[in-house]
């Protein structure tokens, strides 16, 4: 789900685990779960988008960061959808206030959505499928 948010205005914490003080062997930092459920390359490639998404809708609205309308353009919903052209109306309808031609931006987030994969929540064990 790409929301309109930035790092500079969202902290991206980590999760570390390390020993108690006091012990004596070092053991190093290991990431939490969220890396071992998800691809960490795909959340990447999610962040980089989001920031471009953000950074892509200050052009288009000519406005700072807070001041962007609240869109969701969410990428999981994109890639639900069974062709391009059912995504770029999607976005046009996300898009419908801003008076700029945004073709240019439609076409250029189709191309990089394309080839994402969705990041669906990890199932727990003996979890069924909808």
Do not use: H
């Not at 948010?5 to 070092?26: A, H, K, L, N």
């Not at 059912?86 to 959505?113: G, H, Q, S, T, W």
């Amino acid at each position: 789900m790409a929301a309109v948010t930035s790092p500079e205005t969202t902290p991206q914490p980590r999760v570390y685990f390390q020993t108690p003080p006091g012990t004596e062997e070092e053991v190093p930092q290991k990431q939490g779960r969220v890396t071992v459920k998800y691809d960490r390359k795909e959340l990447r490639r999610r962040l980089n988008l989001e920031e471009w998404i953000v950074s892509q809708l200050m052009n288009l609205y000519d406005c700072e960061e807070d001041e962007v309308p609240e869109l969701e353009i969410d990428v999981d919903e994109l890639l639900d959808l069974s062709s391009d052209v059912e995504r770029a109306i999607r976005v046009k309808m996300l898009l419908v206030d801003c008076y700029k031609p945004n073709d240019d931006f439609v076409a250029a987030l189709l191309e990089k959505v394309r080839g994402m994969q969705k990041l669906s929540t990890p199932q727990k064990k003996g979890e069924l499928t909808p």
